[in-house]
């Protein structure tokens, strides 16, 4: 039998007692006579079932009385930094703290009706916001199979894979300016694309815009200037994992990489779900997390599950890869952002993008009786994930954005 909370939580909810995920939230509450909404303050919270717990409302009632976090401001605050800062220790207690409140046997919360109505938020009358201040943001090539099928894509069966990869985890700089909460739409980017024969380069809206299946881990305490993190410290550096979405236009981005690597075909937008699921909660799981991307074709109201692949299919872990970004001196700060790179399988279903799925173009993919080889305008990408195993799973919840029109040239 899994934990049992006095919230009520469906068998099939992501976020059941074992969960406790991380995010950042604020209210929305009617105005006055004309039932405007109010937008109030951003604030930390933890999921439970359907329902937000008010992190800064347990905080100001006093129930958080651990050494660590007794005194302090780290829910008072519009992100997660500085409670991502205080390290393990910390993160422990407060997760043991919130599930001792949620328990069903234990009365604080339970029987306070006041402290409950402020504390416990339906989902639905919450917006989700990013959950901490992103300084950088780094995307790494860790899936042996994506990594293969793009070099067969692009360079043929020669050389695949490239020698280094074998001896390091490969990385770019990406752009945290564009990363975004799930549920923000994402306008179709313009650049150049290959030049066809003896004309000059393409210029226009993309016409091979992708997702990108990952996940990222969210760096709690970082490290100084010059000093590197030992391979075996690196995992208290990790706070968690959200699902992310890398979004990619696949013709701009071939014709720009060589030789400094992705630009404009990448710094248009990147996707994260809003819960940080912590990795004391993926600690029970002997198998990583699975996930699944749907798309839900313009026009449409089903959407297709189109791809299944699995955390465990990464070559490079995120200990290994946090401690390669640190072993140059390259100092790392809370809130920084490390994703895996595409995460695909060695299966045809368990491919991470349409890149590899339609083979650059060359095969058409089937949604619900349409067909089609990149993303069109109006196209919806849902990215889920969860774990599952005993007698409980915990999720990830939706990583999700809906593909908006190029910008023209009068707009």
């Known amino acids: 039998m899994g934990l049992k909370s006095f919230v009520d939580v469906s068998a099939d909810s992501h976020f059941p007692l074992e969960n406790i995920p991380f995010g950042v939230f604020r209210p929305k509450t009617a105005g006055g006579d004309d039932h405007s ?174 997702f990108e299946l990952e996940m990222a881990a969210i760096v709690g305490p970082g490290n100084k200037l010059g000093k590197n993190i030992d391979i075996n410290e690196a995992y208290d550096h990790i706070f968690g994992l959200v699902l992310l979405n890398d979004w990619s236009a696949r013709d701009i981005q071939a014709w720009e990489y060589v030789p400094l690597g992705p630009f404009l075909g990448k710094s248009f937008g990147t996707t994260i779900s809003p819960w940080i699921v912590t990795l004391e909660a993926l600690e029970p799981f002997a198998c990583d997390p699975p996930k699944q991307v749907r798309i839900k074709p313009a026009g449409q109201e089903q959407a297709s599950v189109i791809t299944k692949s699995n955390f465990k299919h990464l070559y490079w872990t995120i200990t290994q890869q946090l401690a390669h970004h640190t072993i140059n001196g390259c100092n790392l700060r809370s809130g920084d952002l490390l994703g895996t790179g595409t995460i695909s399988g060695p299966e045809q279903d368990s491919l991470g993008c349409l890149l590899e799925i339609t083979w650059n173009g060359k095969n058409k993919l089937s949604l619900n009786g349409s067909s089609q080889t990149f993303l069109e305008d109006g196209d919806e990408v849902i990215i889920t994930g969860c774990c599952e195993g005993g007698d409980y799973k915990i999720g990830f919840g939706t990583c999700a954005g809906k593909v908006l029109p190029a910008i023209t040239e009068n707009q």
Request: hydrophobic residues 35%; contains cysteine; glycine residues 8%.
């Open 37 to 210: 909404l109010v937008v109030e303050t951003p604030r930390p919270g933890v999921a439970i079932g359907d329902f937000v717990l008010d992190l800064s409302v347990i905080s100001s009632a006093g129930l958080f009385d651990g050494p660590f976090l007794k005194k302090s401001q780290c829910f008072n605050q519009p992100s997660l930094n500085l409670f991502l800062e205080m390290g393990r220790p910390t993160w422990k207690e407060a997760r043991a703290t919130i599930q001792k409140l949620l328990s069903a046997d234990e009365p604080s919360l339970r029987d306070n009706l006041s402290l409950r109505k402020k504390s416990l938020l339906p989902m639905n009358d919450v917006e989700m916001l990013l959950p901490v201040v992103i300084g950088d943001y780094t995307d790494f090539f860790c899936s042996m199979y994506h990594t293969k099928n793009c070099g067969l894509i692009f360079r043929g069966p020669e050389d695949p894979i490239l020698p280094n990869w074998f001896h390091l985890p490969v990385a770019y700089h990406g752009r945290a300016s564009s990363v975004v909460i799930s549920g923000t739409k994402i306008t179709r980017p313009r650049g150049q694309g290959h030049p066809i024969g003896s004309s000059p380069p393409y210029f226009g809206p993309t016409k091979k815009l992708d």
